[in-house]
């Protein structure tokens, strides 16, 4: 038989087709649990995606208005659980604001060196967890085991390794332990040979690079029109950073540089996470040095710090004073207040409204994360579906303070 001699227009054999809609979380285990994108599929790239940050019931700052100033630490603490102590110490500095307070130099220090562990903690587990995702287990356990080591001096420093509640209005729950310098000064060099080692693992691997370069990318302008900032801003070329543009405790008094990418992909937020553990170090060896090793970490005001507890023991006036403020709470003067920190994803701040008694009318917090998951549309649309994993990654997302 002889074949058909058919002429066919151009366009006559396309096939008819429609995007697909595909749910990427909330299950997915690189989605936290709670957030979920509703994804819009042409083939396998991204044409459009609807992204809800979903709900982990935690009502943050109606519980805060319900105890004492103090009470709210615990609170605090599982905001951004990875770094707690950045939450303590943001939380306390924004109380002092409203009291008019200033702790001593000592505490300011000690302040200092724990967040800033804390935030290389925060870091680690970003970068860790993001390299995990894409198939690299061997640097996640390195970064974890790094991780162990400074947990060791919050457990010895607070008695607790992951939520701590050890800040205080005024000060800190406790003084430094006789071993604190020592502690931090044997893991410091430790945990920064596992970093290394680490990152040389990543950097070397080609399918690491190609999984990160050029993804995810977002630029300055859109990053400050959205809010951004902490690394994820930074990673755009925009070298904002609290701790220098508007110093607290005794950020001023150290020397460290502000890491910045240029193209704001998920490669330039990893290498500013691992820049910025860098600089964290060497903040953390100058407050070792400026502290004192003697001297009180509280301010000396019975109406604010509650009294030594063999003094509640022994004499009247301790166990009055720690009957009022554990009772009453702090009396804060009636006005309100809005107090910033640089957390371990960026400006971590606290608006507070006080009536006079010692519970707060009003707390609000401005999460970090919260403007971050904004500018995630635009990061993926126009990308491949198994880029998702590595960009969502990159932003480190913490459910307990973006759902506040």
């Given amino acids: 038989m002889e074949p058909l001699d058919i002429e066919l227009d151009e366009g006559e054999l396309e096939f008819p087709s429609a995007p697909m809609q595909v749910n990427m979380g909330p299950a997915h285990p690189a989605m936290h649990g709670t957030v979920r994108m509703v994804v819009e599929l042409s083939g396998e790239t991204i044409t459009k995606v609807d992204v809800q940050i979903g709900y982990l019931h935690r009502g943050f700052e109606k519980m805060c208005e319900r ?30 604001k409203m009291l008019g307070v200033t702790v001593p130099e000592r505490c300011q220090h000690y302040r200092v060196i724990l967040g800033e562990l804390a935030r290389i903690c925060d870091h680690m587990v970003c970068s860790g967890a993001m390299a ?18 400074i947990w060791d001096v919050f457990e010895e420093e607070t008695g607790a390794r992951v939520t701590h509640s050890f800040g205080r209005v005024g000060g800190m729950a406790s003084e430094p332990t006789p071993n604190f310098k020592a502690m931090v000064r044997a893991a410091v060099p430790a945990v920064r040979a596992l970093i290394d080692d680490g990152e040389k693992l990543l950097l070397g691997n080609r399918i690491f690079l190609d999984r990160v370069e050029n993804v995810g990318r977002m630029s300055k302008e859109r990053a400050i029109a959205l809010g951004w900032t902490g690394v994820v801003l930074r990673s755009t ?22 890491p910045v990418g240029t193209s704001g992909d998920n490669f330039d937020r990893f290498m500013c996470r691992q820049e910025e553990i860098r600089q964290s170090v060497r903040i953390i060896e100058q407050a070792l040095e400026q502290m004192a090793d003697e001297g009180s970490v509280n301010i000396n005001d019975p109406r604010i710090v509650l009294p030594p507890k063999e003094e509640v023991y022994s004499t009247i006036e301790g ?41 707060p009318y009003r707390v609000r917090i401005r999460p970090p994360c919260f403007a971050t998951m904004q500018g995630m549309e635009s990061m993926i649309v126009g990308g491949m579906l198994p880029d998702v994993v590595p960009t969502f990654g990159s932003v480190n997302m913490i459910g307990g303070e973006c759902d506040h």
């Fill in 237 to 258: 070329g925009v070298p904002y950073d609290v701790r220098k543009v508007h110093p607290y405790l005794t950020y001023d008094r150290y020397e460290f540089d502000v």
């Fill in 319 to 359: 166990t009055i004073q720690h009957f009022k403020i554990v009772m009453e709470g702090i009396k804060v003067p009636a006005g309100e207040c809005y107090s910033y920190t640089e957390a371990g994803n960026g400006e971590l701040g606290f608006y507070i409204v006080s009536d006079g008694s010692g519970t």
């Fill in 67 to 96: 105890g004492t100033w103090t009470q709210v630490f615990p609170y605090v603490d599982r905001l951004n659980y990875a770094s707690p102590m950045l939450n303590n110490v943001g939380f306390a500095l924004a109380v002092e």
């Fill in 132 to 149: 995990m995702e894409l198939g690299a287990f061997t640097p996640f356990l390195w970064f974890a085991k790094a991780r162990e080591l």
